[in-house]
């Protein structure tokens, strides 16, 4: 059974890039097409058409099962049954001991939900021997922490993760689940949203709070990133969200801040969980990461080629100590690895400086930068887009104008460097005495 494509199809090939079996393409009339045999139907393609030209054949008799899920939820939001929801929960996501920056970041934005809602901010911590991280989730703004602490919950494990947290979930009824949106939390919010019944926003970049009607106001961009879709669940709680990683702004840590500490046992045998980690193999090659970059210097299809994404791009990065990042269009092209990718299906950044050289400013790009402090664009179309997010902006070329910046930039950082040498050495600092 394959995607359908209805006359409603303008042609726009957004679907094209979003179907991982290349099942779609576009016909001698610039229409989208489908090849049965190769479509699964995952629907992958279908939340990216602006038009809502796809669906897949099944969806019509699911959403009517929804509806009527919905009319009695509906119905228990106006018996005031939601209400015994409270309180914002966040998963402290854990590994090896050491908690993941975007639930630090989460609880910064948790905070500020449950104050609007005037409920507690609760961090969901679950592994082994990981009590002493509790300390760090206070500090971070949590009220409560929520602990279970279990041999089997030393790696993750979907089921035997979800199973806790859904338990959890049932047990105390919170209105609100922050999750990051790393590879762990977006396979445990699917499952514990499921098991719940619940609507889940993934991959949102922003959160607000709706007082009137205590609703979890979760923006993400949606149509392939042509619009920003501010999504609600009405009438199911808890409500869900993932969020992606530097996103939200890290709080600022309240040293010795304390709270509650509600601690759960539960009864795991090993030989009763379907899944066994036998082995965890660290990733090989290449570390990028760009998420933890304090400069980035991000290439596109400007650059022209190869040669030029490589000397532009890596020459000024080096010169000022920063990471290379890309557009979609400088990966497609094989000029540099997707790991490199910088927007909506690449990395979301927060570096002190973006440098966007030869980058249009796409949508799907503009998302993944926005929490960069300072973003600087060379490009020689004054109209580009970039221009209107940018903080500096340089309507110029960008093989003239780089390597004008990146002697000067170079020689004034090693002189920097010298400078704090010395000081540091109190050869040339300031004689207080
Ligand atoms: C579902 C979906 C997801 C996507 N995800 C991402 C994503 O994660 N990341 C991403 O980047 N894109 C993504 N895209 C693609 C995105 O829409 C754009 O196509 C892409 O960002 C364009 O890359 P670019 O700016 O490098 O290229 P272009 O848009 O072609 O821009 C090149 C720019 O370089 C300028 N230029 C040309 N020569 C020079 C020169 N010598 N000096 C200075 N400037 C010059 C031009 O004026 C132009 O503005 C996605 C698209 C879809 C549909
Ligand atoms: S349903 Fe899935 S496999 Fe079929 S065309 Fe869409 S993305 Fe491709
Ligand atoms: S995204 Fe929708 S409108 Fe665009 S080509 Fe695909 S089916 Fe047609």
Not at 61 to 84: F, M, N, P, Q
Not at 370 to 394: M, Q
Request: glycine letters at 10%; a negative charge.
């Amino acid at each position: 059974m394959a995607v359908r494509v209805s006359s409603a199809c303008i042609g726009c090939q957004a679907c094209i890039p979003a179907c991982p079996y290349e099942a779609l393409y576009i016909n001698e009339e610039g229409l989208c097409q489908v090849i049965e045999e190769k479509c699964v139907a995952c629907g992958q393609c279908v939340e990216v058409c602006p038009v809502s030209a796809l669906s897949l054949p099944e969806m019509a008799h699911e959403a009517k099962e929804d509806l009527t899920t919905l009319a009695g939820a509906e119905a228990a939001v106006l018996s005031g049954d939601l209400g015994r929801y409270q309180g914002v929960w966040v998963f402290i996501e854990q590994r090896e001991g050491q908690i993941m920056p975007v639930s630090l970041e989460l609880l910064g934005a948790g905070r500020q939900l449950a104050q609007k809602l005037g409920v507690e901010l609760a961090g969901v911590l679950l592994g082994h021997q990981v009590c002493g991280l509790a300390n760090k989730v206070y500090e971070c703004g949590a009220d409560k922490v929520y602990l279970v602490d279990n041999p089997a919950l030393r790696y993750y494990r979907t089921e035997t993760y979800m199973q806790v947290f859904v338990d959890l979930a049932k047990e105390y009824l919170p209105e609100i689940i922050l999750m990051g949106a790393t590879t762990t939390g977006r396979d445990l919010a699917g499952a514990v949203a499921t098991e719940l019944r619940t609507g889940l926003t993934a991959d949102c970049t922003g959160l607000d709070i709706d007082l009137q009607q205590r609703l979890l106001l979760a923006t993400r961009p949606a149509f392939g990133g042509n619009i920003m879709a501010t999504i609600v669940s009405k009438a199911h709680r808890p409500q869900m969200a993932t969020v992606r990683p530097k996103v939200m702004r890290m709080p600022a840590l309240a040293p010795g801040r304390q709270g509650a500490l509600v601690q759960k046992e539960v009864s795991l045998k090993e030989e009763d969980l379907l899944t066994r980690v036998l082995e965890i193999v660290q990733e090989q090659g290449e570390q990028v990461n760009l998420q933890e970059a304090e400069i980035i210097v991000a290439g596109g299809r400007g650059l022209g080629d190869r040669d030029g994404f490589q000397k532009i791009c890596f020459g000024l990065a080096e010169a000022l100590g920063g990471r290379v990042g890309a557009s979609r269009a400088a990966v497609e092209a094989g000029w540099i690895d997707h790991k490199y990718q910088v927007g909506q299906t690449g990395v979301t950044v927060a570096p002190k400086i973006y440098f966007a050289l030869g980058i249009s400013g796409a949508i799907q790009h503009l998302v993944g930068i926005r929490g960069a402090d300072v973003i600087i664009a060379i490009n020689t179309d004054p109209n580009a887009p970039i221009f209107k997010e940018c903080t500096y902006g340089l309507v110029g070329d960008v093989f003239k104008l780089v390597p004008l910046l990146t002697e000067p930039l170079k020689e004034l950082l090693t002189q920097n460097k010298a400078d704090l040498q010395k000081q540091l050495q109190g050869q040339g600092g300031i004689n207080c005495a």
